[in-house]
């Protein structure tokens, strides 16, 4: 009997070769999708529409609502797409050098920590009056998105961590 980790006997890989292929695609789609996510969402803090947009999320934070008491709508957003370029940008030299994908992922899970606080301390996430557990779209649903980045980040860190040190 032939393990499942080996070529059949025509040659055709076998269902774990399969698995490990696509799981191998998928990592790496993942952690290239987080780059992207951070680029373009990092890239349009710097636009006066962004500002804006997020200034509700984060106005309600008690973990960051406080920074507008001394930074403008742009500055504070600026500040937090310098952060999510920087975090892009530690992924990206990840490919290259480990420990700063390490780094980048870490800032990845802090990143979406913070969001998903905003589910919680956002007005208008919830709407009791549609249901139970009943969501806004957004910005219920909006953040909702990010239990899944977090979960990508966490993946992201954990094969970054056990990467080999280059």
């Given amino acids: 009997m032939s393990q499942t980790t080996h070529t059949s006997s025509q040659g055709n890989p076998t269902q774990a070769e399969l698995g490990q292929f696509i799981t191998e695609i998928a990592s ?3 952690f290239g999708s987080l780059i992207l996510v951070f680029v373009w969402f990092g890239a349009m803090k710097f636009t006066a529409y962004e500002a804006a947009a997020i200034r509700g999320l984060v106005e309600n934070s008690p973990f960051m609502g406080w920074i ?3 930074m403008s709508e742009g500055a504070v957003s600026a500040l937090i797409g310098s952060t999510e370029l920087v ?6 030299i990840g490919f290259f ?6 780094a980048g992922a870490a800032g990845a899970v802090a990143t979406f920590l913070v969001t998903l606080s905003f589910f919680f ?6 709407i009791p009056d549609t249901g ?3 969501i806004s779209v957004v910005p219920g649903q909006f953040l909702l998105k990010d239990i899944v980045l977090l979960a990508a980040s966490l993946y ?5 961590l056990s990467a080999p040190s280059s």
């Fill in 121 to 126: 301390t956002t007005p208008g996430v919830f």
């Fill in 132 to 134: 139970f557990l009943a």
């Fill in 97 to 102: 050098v480990p420990r700063f994908a390490v």
């Fill in 87 to 92: 975090i892009a940008a530690l992924l990206v």
């Fill in 68 to 70: 507008y008491g001394f």
């Fill in 28 to 30: 790496k789609g993942l």
């Fill in 156 to 160: 992201i860190l954990g094969k970054a």
